[in-house]
């Protein structure tokens, strides 16, 4: 049974260019997450699909954030002209239809130097 | 913000159990509690949940206050690998359907 991937796990950016990250949910799981984490802090929801369907985000996703889930299957985050404050843990999380639990990948770290 | 207070560290002997309070006192009568844990540069992982009645599994044990203001989450034996942030949450049922809302949880460290 494979669980949640994410890749990249590390990504070292410098200011100003484009980053795209990919997650995997595990299959069947209609419900796919994402989220942002900082050192010494929880996970900060950003936004969710139901299948191919992007149906809430947070006021902490910016214009320059846009994530996709073109088939309903994995899911780009992709982040435009990156700041410093961007640099954090990216987690993604998949949850199945009536389901209690969130399955959550090993997140890929971004630095933006 | 997040609806639940905990303490931020915990120490606990390796044997021993591991006993994490968690305040809600603004619980609703809909809303459950939930348990993750996140070993150090991993993704969080769920532990358990319950709405009022003391639940357990092959993890650990949730006891929940009559007043369901307050819970404990129980890790009877604690092993060095349950050195983790534990986070305690409460959501309306499905478990954060909507996306969890996360506090900055208990760092518990599991002394040898």
């Known amino acids: 049974d494979t669980g949640v991937s994410q890749d990249p796990r590390h990504k070292i950016t410098k200011r100003g260019q484009n980053v795209t990250f990919r997650c995997d949910p595990i299959s069947e799981h209609n419900r796919l997450y994402w989220y942002r984490q900082t050192l010494g802090q929880g996970p900060e929801f950003l936004t969710y699909?139901?299948?191919?369907?992007?149906?809430?985000k947070s006021r902490l996703l910016s214009d320059r954030f846009s994530a996709e889930r073109p088939k309903g299957s994995f899911s780009t985050l992709e982040i435009q002209r990156t700041e410093q404050g961007d640099s954090a843990m990216y987690l993604c999380?998949?949850?199945?239809?009536?389901?209690?639990?969130?399955?959550f990948g090993p997140g890929t770290r971004l630095t933006v130097t | 913000d997040a609806k639940t207070t905990q303490p931020p560290s915990m120490d606990c002997a390796e044997g021993r159990a591991a006993n994490l309070p968690c305040n809600h006192s603004t619980i609703s009568g809909n809303e459950y509690v939930y348990w993750y844990r996140q070993i150090h540069s991993q993704g969080p992982q769920y532990i358990i949940h319950g709405l009022k009645n003391n639940e357990t599994n092959e993890m650990a044990s949730l006891i929940i206050t009559e007043d369901r203001k307050s819970s404990t989450l129980i890790l009877p034996h604690a092993t060095l690998r349950d050195t983790a942030v534990y986070y305690c949450i409460v959501e309306g049922m499905g478990g954060g359907a909507d996306g969890l809302t996360f506090g900055k949880g208990t760092h518990l460290i599991i002394q040898p």
């Open positions: 999380a998949s949850r199945r239809t009536g389901g209690n639990e969130q399955y």
């Open positions: 699909f139901q299948n191919e369907a992007q149906l809430e």
